[in-house]
């Protein structure tokens, strides 16, 4: 899966990114095969509902921030009020919904009415009207710096019709088992497009290496080092997710971050490089660097990815001898 996204964010990353929500949410059920008693059954039930969904040719894809969460879906503002058939009505305001207009099915969370803790839902928006009159309303369409084609618009949804995980109140878990799998496909679709601009790069500059000037010879040693460092955290992070699986959460953490980092750096460096028409809005290396750049707000974004990693520091630390 990762290798076939990351083939594909060379050619558009747009489309590579959308791609990656589908089997990302599919991930919430798949990789958690089983859940304890009373919820066997129903988490059953609902888990050939979402494989029919997308056996039916149905499209699955994510609208779980908010304004001012920081990219926390702990954080949600958003109310799901329980209907007298088992469903749930969502009332706020989320956005980045990529893959706005061709998703069939978005996840998204929200605090059930009189409960104090988020749980993930799930909303049929195929055909959904944008102007309110269904209850999601169109407020800001995407306008991203980079992956300029997700439509990642935001939308504020009132009282409209949701379904609750099958599994409740386990939101961090369900998550946690997915993490990995999500992580190394988000990540296969940064070094796609990271490594297309340093390929055509390479050869532009092969042209030119009798003319390169010192800076440019040095800042090019620096683009192949940070080209094989990439490659090497993205082959870990799929060994790691590949014979760990659910286990695999330290091993992807860090190498999604390192690869965010080494990624905006690379393309930075290539843009520098090849001169002021990387400036220009025909640059592929130009949209490359605000392509990359969509790694890092991606789950988890930059600061819960540190604080992260930082706590499993200490609580290595804490059980040394």
């Given at each position: 899966?990762s290798?076939?996204?990351?083939?594909?964010?060379?050619?558009?990353?747009?489309?590579?990114?959308?791609?990656?929500?589908?089997?990302?949410?599919?991930s919430?059920?798949?990789?958690?095969?089983?859940?304890?008693e009373?919820?066997?059954?129903?988490?059953?039930?609902?888990?050939?509902?979402?494989?029919?969904?997308?056996?039916?040719?149905?499209?699955?894809?994510t609208?779980?921030?908010?304004?001012?969460?920081?990219?926390?879906?702990l954080?949600?503002?958003?109310?799901?009020?329980?209907?007298?058939?088992?469903?749930?009505?969502?009332?706020?305001?989320?956005?980045?919904?990529?893959?706005?207009?061709?998703?069939?099915?978005?996840?998204?969370t929200?605090?059930?009415?009189?409960?104090?803790?988020?749980?993930?839902?799930?909303?049929n928006?195929?055909?959904?009207?944008w102007?309110g009159?269904?209850?999601?309303?169109?407020?800001?369409?995407?306008?991203?710096?980079?992956?300029?084609?997700?439509?990642?618009?935001?939308?504020?949804?009132?009282?409209?019709?949701?379904?609750?995980?099958?599994?409740?109140?386990?939101?961090?878990?369900?998550?946690?088992?997915?993490g990995?799998?999500?992580?190394?496909?988000?990540?296969?679709v940064?070094v796609?497009?990271?490594?297309a601009?340093?390929?055509?790069?390479?050869?532009?500059?092969?042209?030119?290496?009798?003319?390169?000037?010192?800076?440019?010879?040095?800042e090019?040693a620096?683009?192949?080092?940070?080209?094989?460092?990439?490659?090497?955290?993205?082959?870990s992070?799929?060994?790691?997710?590949?014979?760990?699986?659910?286990?695999a959460?330290?091993?992807?953490l860090h190498a999604?971050?390192?690869v965010?980092?080494?990624?905006?750096?690379?393309?930075?460096?290539?843009?520098?490089?090849?001169g002021?028409?990387s400036?220009?809005?025909?640059?592929?290396?130009?949209?490359?660097?605000?392509?990359?750049?969509?790694?890092?707000?991606?789950?988890?974004p930059w600061?819960?990815?540190?604080?992260?990693?930082?706590?499993?520091t200490?609580?290595?630390?804490?059980?040394?001898?």
């Amino acid at each position: 899966m990762s290798e076939i996204l990351r083939t594909l964010a060379k050619g558009d990353p747009s489309v590579a990114l959308v791609s990656s929500m589908h089997p990302a949410v599919l991930s919430f059920w798949l990789c958690q095969d089983q859940v304890p008693e009373p919820f066997t059954e129903a988490w059953k039930s609902q888990k050939e509902l979402v494989a029919q969904v997308a056996l039916n040719g149905g499209w699955w894809g994510t609208i779980t921030s908010e304004p001012g969460s920081g990219g926390d879906v702990l954080k949600t503002k958003a109310v799901a009020q329980p209907t007298d058939h088992d469903g749930y009505k969502i009332s706020g305001q989320k956005h980045f919904g990529s893959g706005s207009g061709i998703t069939s099915y978005m996840i998204t969370t929200a605090i059930s009415e009189g409960e104090g803790a988020a749980d993930w839902f799930f909303m049929n928006v195929d055909g959904a009207k944008w102007d309110g009159s269904a209850g999601i309303k169109l407020i800001s369409e995407w306008d991203g710096h980079g992956m300029i084609a997700t439509q990642s618009h935001a939308f504020d949804f009132s009282n409209y019709s949701a379904t609750r995980i099958a599994w409740p109140d386990n939101l961090r878990t369900i998550a946690a088992a997915a993490g990995p799998f999500i992580s190394s496909i988000f990540t296969a679709v940064i070094v796609g497009v990271a490594e297309a601009a340093f390929e055509a790069a390479r050869a532009q500059i092969f042209k030119r290496r009798d003319d390169l000037k010192p800076y440019e010879q040095v800042e090019w040693a620096r683009v192949e080092n940070e080209a094989w460092i990439m490659h090497a955290a993205y082959e870990s992070m799929l060994r790691a997710v590949e014979t760990k699986g659910a286990n695999a959460a330290v091993e992807t953490l860090h190498a999604k971050t390192a690869v965010a980092e080494i990624a905006e750096s690379m393309t930075a460096r290539i843009c520098r490089i090849t001169g002021g028409g990387s400036f220009h809005r025909a640059s592929h290396f130009g949209w490359a660097f605000e392509d990359v750049r969509a790694l890092g707000f991606l789950r988890p974004p930059w600061s819960l990815a540190f604080e992260a990693a930082l706590q499993r520091t200490w609580d290595q630390l804490e059980q040394m001898p």
